[in-house]
Nanobody
Framework: QVQLVESGGGLVQAGGSLRLSCAAS????????MGWFRQAPGKEREFVAG???????TYADSVKGRFSISRRNADNTLYLQMNSLKPEDTAVYYC????????????WGQGTQVTVSS
């Protein structure tokens, strides 16, 4: 089992920044692929950013150039640095993990709310 706990959400004005953290514990190691997703009210959950074991990152087009995903292997913490935030970034943000051999994310955190005011 893998446990994921997000933190760092909150209320910020448009143009501001937030950094989300995700503490991973249990059966996880550096070979796991980690990612961030978000779900806005009335919308489906969508992919935001991903990071594989080789340090290769992927981003949704809507956040490219503004968000940055990173990982600290020493304590299995995943981060999402969010800059130049927009009201449309308002959502619940989820951390997720999957083994490198899996095609879908198996483990999810409880989510953290990010609200961007205009």
């Amino acid at each position: 089992q893998v446990q994921l706990v997000e933190s760092g959400g909150g209320l910020v004005q448009a143009g501001g920044s937030l950094r989300l953290s995700c503490a991973a514990s249990g059966r996880t190691d550096s070979t796991y692929i980690m990612g961030w997703f978000r779900q806005a009210p009335g919308k489906e959950r969508e992919f935001v950013a991903g990071l594989n074991w080789a340090g290769i990152t992927t981003y949704a087009d809507s956040v490219k150039g503004r968000f940055s995903i990173s990982r600290r292997n020493a304590d299995n913490t995943l981060y999402l640095q969010m800059n130049s935030l927009k009201p449309e970034d308002t959502a619940v943000y989820y951390c997720a993990a999957r083994p490198g051999t899996s095609v879908s994310y198996s483990y999810w955190g409880q989510g953290t709310q990010v609200t961007v005011s205009s």
